[in-house]
């Protein structure tokens, strides 16, 4: 009798008590089955580091989006969220992400305290269509990827949005902005190059002419001039390498030799993109031995890059390069009567001979004119002795913004500004993401590492 009645009791207070609120476990279980439910979305793995959840997504998207039934491929990318009402960072790398992605926030993601949507390029790593048209490999397709994803997610995010990327990630970003301008409310670009007229690439040798000290340009034309001096006992041991690491030309550059010779073109563009004027005195001097050349040029701009091996996982970059994007095309003239290769820096050089292909001039053009005249809210960051920054976009009066930092290489970012641009920069970003100072997380409190969403050459 006594049970019976406890039953009965129990079930009148059911009636008009309020139901207990809904516990994290079933929050979590709410987001993870409206990820399930975007059509095409596949929820490959989800971690929980501290205080977010961390996603590894892919989502089928057209092949050719002005041809759906050409075929799909599946489209890679990450989701770290913190919060439904926090505003959403794009970072769009512009190449690919990690075989196996972990949590980590860009800049802007950390200092507006949002979620971050990390997105794998089109043809790079397993995003990539197969049989694979390289045709559809253009700015307006991968943008079309990127606004696929964004239409979707924005079922789920209600907050402000803002891109952003660094390198062919900030290109990548301001090609996204060109054609879907409301997708995103704001774009903070890296270190982007502009080369809106392919050919007229004095900014750059201006720039060789000019960066850092006179001392260490003439320190590092000196290593560059003494390697191709010694070039026959210096390819000798590059191909001593190759054999040691089952390295091979034949795909690419064709030989050891042509591979050789474009590594020495390119170690004063590596130093400055990944050293500084603090790493001048590591310059060999014009006495040092063929093993002490060989080993520093090595270590700047890595003779393993300029391989077969090297080169495949670019490929689609330097296709890009070939086609749309531009290449900086440097006179070398400290080096006249040292290159046997005329022509050799540029990108149809690295790519397989099937991929070689015509530039066209008008997608430059069309990218640079619209971000003059018509873009709006547009950060742009470049490093002073970047040689990547040497062409610059110019940001539109629109609430749109260029910083430069001292002295900074390719890493150049906001906390490299001096403490007034900081700050103005800081500023306009929390304002175009709706996110007051006195409401933001302090920066130290979360554990992630930090996204640099850039490729290391000597790595892939």
Known sequence: ??????????????????????????????LLERLKAIPGLTVVSETQPSGYRFFVLSLTQPADHRNPGKGTFQQRFTLLHRSEQAPVVLATGGYGLPVNPSASRTEPTRLIDGNQVSVEHRFFRSSRPSPADWDDLTIWQEATDEHRIVQALKTIYSGKWIQTGVSKGGMTSVYHRRFYPRDVDAVVAYVAPNDPINP??????RFFARVGTEACRTAL??????????????????????????????????SADRSFEMTVLDTAWAFWQYLSVSDCPSVPPATATDEELYAWIDNVASFSFYTDQGMEYYAPYYYQAATQLGWPDLAFRHLRGLIRYRGLYQPNSVLPAELRSRHDPWPMLDVDHW????????LFIYGENDPWSAEKFTPSRRDSYLYVAPGANHGASIALLPEEERAAATATLLRWADVSPARRAPEAASPLPDDPMLPDRHTR
Not at 1 to 22: E, I
Not at 371 to 378: D, G, I, K, L, Y
């Open 1 to 30: 009798m006594r049970l019976r009645f406890l039953a009965a009791l129990t079930a009148m207070l059911a009636l008009v008590l309020p139901a207990p609120p809904a516990t994290a476990a079933a929050a979590q279980d709410d």
């Open 221 to 254: 034309e000196n290593v560059q001039r003494e390697a191709l001096e010694r070039r026959e006992r210096m390819v000798a041991m590059l191909e001593a390498d190759a054999a040691r690491n089952g390295y091979t030309f034949a795909r690419t550059l064709g």
């Open 371 to 378: 971000v003059r005249t018509r873009s709006e809210r547009m």
């Open 200 to 205: 007229l690439d004095h900014a750059y040798d």
